[in-house]
């Protein structure tokens, strides 16, 4: 990640800062698009908590999880755009303890969705063994790797860190994006190695399930085809994550072409880059799912009554839910 893809729209460095109005409006934005899509995102974490059947398909174990780093990512990402405009500088260790969260959030997104892609690879080409290999427990213990490898890969950043600055830098005020803390070089050089071995890993893996399922599909059916469109929507779901690695050279060629737009530039490429990409996984499952999207409505929309309780919707529908998945 660069400099502001967890750090926020960093746009009072230097002598650049917006008028108070336009800081208004940027914040009012940021915060607003941030609860909207977070209470579609907590909508979707209620049902699936609420329903049985969901609670122990594997499918959408992994979708949940991959709703839950969406709300941790937006919501520190926004917290720390609108630290940068209210406080500016924080205390370095509650900044380290930000950056750390949100840099696992982020290296989790694409391994979450390589392992979706995977699953469903096992669901249309191997359907016999699915239910043997696509266990409720090799599920949660897929996701305890998935924080395992994030892990691996920020520590060592956290121990360049205790190894390279001063003992008084973790005493002092920093504005907090990933370049104003982890400044080391060799930290910038292992943050490029392991973003590039990331996306190569992962890519290989979609591309392979892909590919896999359309040459499986000798008759083009409906559960085919949807496979092929949910993995078709989670490269389009981790094109646009790829763009927190490419933002620098982004900002360059748009800056390149409005020189003078410098802080609508970088608030433009926050939306795209933060915003944007948690916009896509309500509407991957939440939304196209019809299993899903049954019960969502009742929740999304507020329309609980007792004849529709979910309690009741449960036991009366489940088999039919099931069948419709």
Request: overall charge positive; aromatic content about 12%.
């Amino acid at each position: 990640m660069n400099l502001s893809s967890v750090g926020g729209n960093v746009t009072s460095v230097g002598n650049y800062r917006d008028t108070f109005s336009t800081a208004v409006a940027k914040n009012v934005i940021v915060v607003a698009l941030c609860i909207s899509i977070n209470y579609i995102n907590g909508t979707l974490v209620h049902t699936f908590r609420k329903h049985q059947i969901f609670n122990v398909n594997p499918r959408y174990i992994l979708f949940i999880h991959l709703v839950i780093n969406d709300i941790m990512q937006l919501t520190l990402s926004s917290f720390l755009h609108v630290i940068s405009y209210v406080l500016y500088i924080i205390n370095v260790p509650f900044c380290i303890t930000l950056l750390i969260i949100a840099i696992l959030a982020t290296f989790n997104t694409p391994l979450n969705l390589a392992v979706m892609a995977v699953e469903c690879y096992i669901a249309i080409c191997i359907p016999l063994r699915h239910g043997q290999i696509c266990t409720v427990k090799r599920t949660y213990v897929l996701i305890g790797l998935i924080w395992v490898t994030s892990a691996v890969c920020i520590l060592p950043d956290l121990f360049i860190l205790l190894a390279t600055e001063p003992l008084q830098f973790f005493h002092s005020r920093v504005l907090c994006a990933r370049d104003y803390v982890f400044r080391s070089t060799y930290s910038l050089k292992k943050r490029d190695a392991s973003h590039i071995v990331f996306l190569v890993l992962v890519w290989l893996t979609l591309f392979y399930t892909y590919f896999r399922i359309l040459f499986a599909a000798k008759q083009a059916n409906t559960d085919i085809r949807k496979a092929r469109n949910t993995i078709l929507l989670h490269g389009f779901q981790l094109l646009l994550c790829m763009l927190t690695y490419v933002r620098p050279m982004l900002e360059k060629g748009l800056l390149y072409l409005f020189p003078k737009q410098y802080l609508a530039t970088r608030f433009t490429c926050y939306i795209t880059v933060q915003i944007l990409p948690r916009f896509v996984s309500p509407i991957v499952y939440g939304l196209r799912d019809q299993t899903f999207r049954r019960y969502l409505k009742r929740y999304l929309l507020c329309k609980v009554s007792i004849r529709n309780h979910p309690e009741n919707v449960t036991n009366s529908g489940t088999g039919h839910a099931v069948k419709g998945q």
